[in-house]
Structures are given as structure tokens and as C-alpha cells.
């Protein structure tokens, strides 16, 4: 069993600021007995559009100093954090819209970046990643994915042929729409889901844990800073149907053998 943090807090265009509300929540998470924390994206260094105007406003030197803030708040609480932070890269001339994935002894063991970009990231914006990233943690595990790409099915249906547990989707205010996705991709691929937003823009549609028949089973207050806590366990005889019966029933519906003896030739 895993038990995640699905964080949501204000997102500021100062990166010190924002690094503090996010270790606030770690040592949270901690406390209560979570396994891993999940935050919204761009909550370390702010979003394009909204907290940052123009890339020479962003001072690079001042992130990365908070991005290892985070990373030894990791190490001193023991546990896992998956934060939103744009990335410069050396083989791409404009920066990434990543999530980076910390483990418990402040290690930066992977980098997700958002592969399918909006129209106005990737023609003003952002270069754009190129592969899914996953990580096991107590025999869990984790994909993720960040906000406009909860509108490609092929993406969580990917994740769910990689045998991920669960999909951790981090947002920016998003639409109320991105939730009832949410709620769908996690019913047609049997798996939880972990969605993050911020708190500036989650009036309609706060962050939420969702379990893999697609129903909320926890959400974060709305416009209100704070964590709600999920228990990721397949062996629960709760999750039976979804986890153990659906999913790998669908698996063999769609590579279509089952239907072959019984399918209409004409």
C-alpha cells in the first residue's frame, strides 16, 4: 500500500516563496503518515501566462536554490515529492513544463516533461517532452501527465499498458471539465488518480483523489491551501472488480482475441 498527498497551494511568480508553502506541505504529508506528495503544475517557479510574463523575468539562480530547498526538505521528512518547475535543458533552446520526481533521501531520480504542449505553449512558450516517465515506490507504481494532456485519451491509455497504478495529473486552474476527465480516465483504465491544482484558479474544481471505478474520493477545500491523503492498495477486496477483474479483461478486449470465434463476418 501507498499512501499519496495531493497537495493544492497558492503559485506566485517567486520561486523562495513558493518553495516555502511547498515544504510547509511536505512536512505536512509527513506528519500524517504519506508516503509521497503530489503538487499542481509549475507550482515551484510559477506558469507561464499567468505568474510569468516573459522568460527574462525568471531568475534561473533563484530556482534552482529552491529547487534544492525542496529536494533537502525530502531528505529531512524522508518522503517522495512530485513538483511542478519549468526546466532549462541544454538540447532545446526554450525551457521545459516538467514535474520533477524526488525521492525520500532528496534525490532528483526522474523528470517528466508535458509532452503535448496547449497551441500558445508551444508556439510562444515551452519545447516539448517526449516519453512517458514512471517510478515505483513500494511496489506501486506511478505515472504522470500535466494539464491540457488530460484531453488525450492515448496518453493515460499508454500509462495504463505501462501497469501503472496511478496516474498523477498536475494542473494549472484548468477547466471544471479537466475533473470529470479525471474521474473517466480513472474508470476506463482502472487505476487511481492524483489530480493537483493551485489554489488561485480551484474554485470549481479543487484537487482531488480519485479511486479506479472514478469515483472522488477526496477533495481539498475549494480556494483553500492544503492536502487530502489516498491509499493506493490492490490487494483491497474493495477494489476487486476494478483492479483485478476490469482492467485485465479490457486488456484482452482490446488486443480482441475473445471476439474472433464469435465476431460478425459480413
Keep these: 500500500m501507498l499512501r499519496i498527498a495531493t497537495a493544492q497551494l497558492p503559485i506566485t511568480s517567486d520561486p523562495e516563496t513558493n518553495a516555502a508553502a511547498i515544504c510547509d506541505l511536505i512536512r505536512e504529508a ?4 504519506a508516503d509521497c506528495i503530489h503538487f499542481p503544475e509549475a507550482a515551484l517557479s510559477g506558469y507561464v501566462k499567468t505568474q510569468i510574463k516573459s522568460w527574462s523575468d525568471v531568475d534561473w539562480k533563484a530556482l534552482d536554490a529552491s529547487l534544492n530547498e525542496v529536494r533537502a526538505c525530502c531528505a529531512e521528512t524522508g518522503i517522495w515529492a512530485f513538483v511542478g518547475c519549468n526546466h532549462r535543458h541544454p538540447e532545446v533552446t526554450r525551457p521545459l513544463n516538467s514535474l520533477h520526481i524526488i525521492d525520500g533521501h532528496g534525490h532528483a531520480v526522474a523528470r517528466y516533461d508535458k509532452q503535448y504542449c496547449s497551441n500558445s505553449e508551444i508556439t510562444d512558450w515551452y519545447a516539448a517532452g517526449n516519453k512517458p516517465i514512471t517510478v515505483d515506490i513500494k511496489g506501486i507504481r506511478l505515472g504522470f ?30 477547466l471544471e471539465m479537466f475533473r470529470i476527465q479525471c474521474q473517466g480516465h480513472a ?44 491509499e493506493i492498495d490492490p490487494t ?11 482492467r485485465p479483461w479490457r486488456c484482452r478486449a482490446r488486443i480482441g482475441e475473445i471476439y474472433r470465434e464469435h465476431r460478425l463476418k459480413e
Design 145 to 174: 501527465l500535466i494539464c491540457i494532456e488530460v484531453q488525450f485519451p492515448e496518453l493515460f491509455m499508454e500509462y495504463e499498458r505501462l501497469g501503472v497504478d496511478c496516474l498523477c495529473l498536475s494542473s494549472g486552474p484548468g
Design 187 to 230: 474508470a476506463s483504465n482502472c487505476f487511481w488518480l492524483s489530480y493537483s491544482v493551485p489554489e488561485n484558479g480551484s474554485e470549481k474544481q479543487p484537487s482531488c483523489f480519485i479511486g479506479p471505478d472514478g469515483e472522488i474520493l477526496a477533495s481539498c477545500g475549494r480556494a483553500a491551501s492544503g492536502l487530502v491523503l489516498g
Design 236 to 246: 483491497n477486496l474493495k477494489w476487486d472488480i476494478p483492479v483485478n477483474k476490469a
Design 30 to 33: 509527513a506528519a500524517s503518515g
